[in-house]
């Protein structure tokens, strides 16, 4: 029996294995064929930035290689958001077995949800939040008489971080359904603890928004209760025959 029982384990570690490789596979291949195209991401990206910075200004180079590994780190980001559905797809054969039932046939709504929820995410990121940012951290310069020289390496380990963040943010209502189908929570419990979903959404919106204007956080923190009670709806939806 003990036998059994480490088999069984054994062969999930190896498939969380298979499935991590394929996606990493798939970011690889991704990654190389958006290299060749770096220099128009690299101005999409660079875009929210250019916008904010006075005239005549950009970003700077301070060492010899931080031009080539920029264009890794742009190249990178673009290929794990274009494989995003291959990972969401590996992701989903991991999980399949511990479902049971209907849903356990539902990998393209799973793999076209999450891929939205991620991507709205990092959409939501670029064209909301970073303006904000940037606009509020180039005005400081501004209050101390200095003129900004932002680095290459540091803007885009800032993008990078920030666009990722909020893509796996709004995994929320995805997670919620994994979660509820395996059993650990379900709707009444997440209904019971809105109250203090609240507060920590609150607490996180002020965390990650560089200025103290209520307008700002409220930006931040709609969008994460939205999700919240979404999540809720889902719970519902998907919870386990009683």
């Given amino acids: 029996m003990a036998s059994d029982s480490y088999l069984t384990f054994t062969e999930h570690l190896e498939e969380l294995r298979s499935c991590l490789l394929r996606a990493l596979a798939a970011v690889v291949v991704a990654s190389v064929a958006c290299y060749f195209f770096a220099d128009a991401i690299f101005g999409f990206m660079v875009a929210p930035l250019k916008q904010i910075l006075p005239p005549g200004q950009n970003l700077i180079g301070t060492s010899v290689t931080e031009a080539f590994f920029t264009e890794i780190k742009v190249s990178f980001l673009a290929g ?49 939040v970073l303006p904000v940012a940037f606009s509020y951290f180039i005005e400081q ?33 995805i997670i919620t359904f994994v979660l509820v189908r395996l059993g650990v929570w379900d709707h009444r419990f997440m209904r019971r603890s809105f109250r203090y979903a609240v507060i920590v959404i609150f607490i996180l919106a002020a965390f990650l928004t560089p200025t103290p204007d209520i307008i700002n956080q409220l930006l931040l923190a709609l969008p994460m209760l939205l999700l919240y009670i979404l999540s809720i709806g889902v719970a519902y939806i998907w919870r386990k025959s009683e």
């Fill in 141 to 173: 310069y501004g209050t101390l008489g200095v003129t900004p020289a932002i680095r290459l390496g540091e803007y885009f380990t800032f993008f990078f971080r920030m666009v990722l963040a909020f893509g796996l943010t709004f995994e929320l209502p």
């Fill in 80 to 128: 794990v958001l274009f494989s995003s559905p291959f990972i969401f797809y590996e992701v989903w054969r991991f999980i399949r077995p511990g479902l049971i039932g209907s849903e356990s046939r539902l990998v393209i709504p799973f793999v076209l949800s999450a891929t939205l929820f991620f991507l709205g995410g990092a959409y939501f990121c670029y064209r909301i």
